[in-house]
């Protein structure tokens, strides 16, 4: 555990990216709260109020998730490829640490401590521009960008959403840790190319297009899994106006989440892909 | 004495290429060994299998232990250093010592921060703001406060000017080497090592040419310098390899009776370097 623990902070001194990039971000939207046009509607029906406040810290959750997902992304094709690449694996394998315990803080690191990261700065970053906007706008405390219920809603959502994307993702983890311990170079060439071949030699030869679907699903399909999109009780565009579900638990669907074969059988290949990447890092030490 | 080390037909293939083919290779605890080989010669390849980081065929046994499936308990009681440039460019010396001293339980942190207190390495430096010598230093800083009972060295001066050589071998000698260690190392400078040693294996092309005690050399193995006149006797004597020296010709003799060839000239105990040489263009192994 002792060890674990120590793995996940060496990715922080390697990847200092991790807490910086989120610091840069969310400074660039401080200045933006600061200097920048802000306006605030004049919303009287509580349904707006509750939903206005809602998707401003959704919006800033996204904001940082998306970005910190493109990190994620290359973070797990590089960190099993760079040591190879300048030869310290020769001095981190001189250490007695498994390589599952290796790959494994990785995997961590990219799964859950950069979501955690994000959700965090997101929170800071959007207490700090709703309390600038506030004072330009001389708006009272309790507008609509206070709204204490909201706020610890969000948190049950951003929890649910590390959850949940942690278990959906991991075949993409496992196969972007599998490329990075198993390529020699262009790690982000190798990353897309056999999927690519994939499918046009099934829309050539096949004429059908599971892989396509099966990997377009897998990259955006976790919002359809994982929340109500359905039913009077979720979130419903009418006309002009949105409107939130009215408590985050009718937004997030766990059950659902946890009954989709979707869920369970690309777990059990991001499994897979992890042990043999495992595997390859246990044989391979340079490039 | 107990082997430390023991592997029998110990081969391994890239592809058509063989590495190593079938090298057998006993080492006892206690000892430092020279692993000697011209480059390609499977020195490296060799050290990997035996520290567990390459797949290899054939049976290996280091520390009782198997080394590629059992690599991480093997750490515990073996280290080594894989040429010296490889500390991350990242990481910081203070860094680097409290890693290892959390992960490793055999590691002394006194002993390498007493290391370094005597070299002008501030804890807050990256490795990439160190010289090579520097970064040296703060490798076998590390791996010297490791009580381990097998320390391995991959050409561990590889690309080091004579100075940072001169350190490295001094600091491997005064402050680590006791009869309790056993010590392997590779290169290619025979010279540097030679006085270090108390084994010699060669290795070329994959095979174990040599491998023999230091005191054992010096009996089975005899230069005589001949001079011209005597030079056709010299060779009835079938000498494994001859070198032209000075307008001498020097025979080299394996497991030959010294009394038999004083007649022929001077003899001599090769040095390691020249015996070296003698082996791998001789031939006959």
Redesign the interface.
């Given at each position: 555990m002792?060890?674990n623990m120590?793995l996940i902070?060496?990715e922080f001194?390697?990847n200092r990216a991790i807490w910086l990039l989120p610091a840069v971000f969310g400074a660039m939207l401080i200045v933006a709260a600061l200097f920048g046009h802000v306006q605030l509607p004049a919303l009287t029906s509580p349904n707006e109020i509750h939903t206005f406040g809602a998707a401003f810290l959704v919006a800033f959750g996204l904001m940082f998730y998306t970005v910190m997902s493109v990190y994620a992304t290359w973070y797990l094709l590089d960190c099993l490829y760079a040591?190879r690449k300048?030869?310290?694996?020769?001095?981190w394998?001189?250490?007695?640490?498994?390589?599952t315990d290796t790959v494994i803080s990785k995997l961590i690191v990219a799964l859950i401590v950069i979501p955690v990261v994000s959700f965090v700065a997101a929170d800071i970053t959007a207490l700090l521009a709703a309390f600038i906007v506030s004072i330009r706008l001389r708006a009272s405390i309790g507008s609509t960008l206070w709204q204490p219920d909201v706020w610890l809603q969000m948190q049950v959502l951003w929890i649910y959403t590390v959850f949940t994307a942690a278990i959906w993702y991991l075949p993409v983890a496992g196969w972007l840790m599998l490329v990075s311990a198993w390529a020699k170079r262009a790690v982000i060439l190798w990353s897309f190319l056999p999927p690519l071949v994939l499918y046009i030699i099934e829309r050539w030869f096949l004429g059908t297009n599971v892989v396509g679907r099966v990997i377009s699903r897998r990259l955006t399909g976790l919002p359809a899994v994982a929340l109500n999109t359905s039913g009077g009780k979720s979130w419903h565009v009418d006309g002009d106006t949105l409107t939130l579900p009215s408590s985050v638990f009718h937004f997030i669907n766990p059950s659902g989440f946890f009954a989709s074969p979707q869920v369970w059988i690309g777990a059990a290949v991001g499994v897979a892909l992890i042990i043999a990447a495992i595997q390859l890092r246990?044989?391979r030490?340079e490039i | 004495m107990a082997l430390l080390i023991e592997a029998r037909d110990l081969t391994k293939k890239y592809g058509a290429h063989v590495a190593l083919d079938r090298a057998n290779l006993k080492i006892e605890a206690g000892r430092i060994v020279g692993l000697i080989g011209p480059n390609g010669a499977g020195k490296t390849t060799a050290l990997r299998a035996i520290l567990g980081l390459t797949s290899y065929e054939g049976q290996l046994t280091v520390l009782g232990r198997e080394p590629l499936r059992q690599r991480t308990s093997l750490m515990q009681d073996a280290c080594f250093i894989a040429d010296v440039a490889v500390l991350p460019a990242w990481l910081r010396v203070d860094q680097a010592i409290d890693f290892v001293a959390a992960v490793h339980p055999r590691f002394r942190r006194d002993r390498a921060t007493g290391f370094l207190a005597k070299t002008q390495i501030l804890g807050h430096r990256r490795m990439r703001e160190l010289s090579k010598g520097m970064k040296t230093q703060v490798h076998l800083a590390l791996t010297m406060a490791i009580d381990a009972k097998l320390f391995v060295l991959d050409e561990p001066t590889l690309g080091l000017d004579i100075l940072a050589r001169r350190t490295f071998y001094d600091a491997l000698v005064n402050d680590y080497m006791d009869e309790t260690r056993t010590i392997l190392i590779t290169t290619h400078q025979v010279e540097e090592v030679e006085n270090l040693l108390t084994d010699l294996i060669f290795i070329d092309k994959g095979r174990i040419v040599l491998d023999s005690s230091l005191e054992d050399v010096a009996t089975r193995f005899v230069a005589v310098a001949v001079a011209a006149d005597r030079l056709d006797a010299g060779r009835a004597a079938k000498p494994f390899y001859e070198r032209q020296i000075l307008g001498k010709s020097e025979l080299y003799f394996e497991n030959a009776d010294r009394e038999k060839l004083a007649p022929f000239g001077e003899l001599r105990t090769p040095s390691v370097a020249d015996l070296f040489v003698a082996k791998l263009s001789g031939g006959a192994a």
């Open positions: 002792n060890t120590w902070r060496r001194w390697e040591d300048d030869r310290s694996i020769l001095f394998k001189s250490l007695p640490i498994s390589d246990m044989r030490s | -």
